[in-house]
């Protein structure tokens, strides 16, 4: 079961596009702040700082979750990165 704050979080990143998402695109509250932290923490939104600023993504957790399935790229992507680890 998840806690209803954690679930606005990733409500919010979802309906923004849930993959890849400015920090700026996103209308999360300042309340929301805990429940986004144990979100990055549970692995369920990833972060992501590049030069263009920072970036969230829901993960395959984050899809499960809310009791959604993880789109197909996921599942490839997540096969090749086991590829290369030890």
Do not use: C
Not at 15 to 22: D, I, M, N, S, T
Not at 38 to 57: D, L, P
């Amino acid at each position: 079961m998840t806690s209803p704050d954690l679930v606005r979080v990733l409500t919010v990143l979802l309906e923004a596009g849930a993959e890849r998402v400015p920090a700026e695109d996103l209308a999360w509250a300042p309340d929301m702040t805990p429940a986004l932290n144990h979100a990055i923490s549970m692995q369920y939104v990833i972060r992501k700082r590049t030069a263009h600023g920072t970036r969230f993504s829901l993960s395959e957790s984050g899809y499960t979750a809310l009791g959604l399935e993880p789109p197909r790229h996921m599942t490839v992507s997540r096969f090749i990165r086991s590829l290369f680890r030890r």
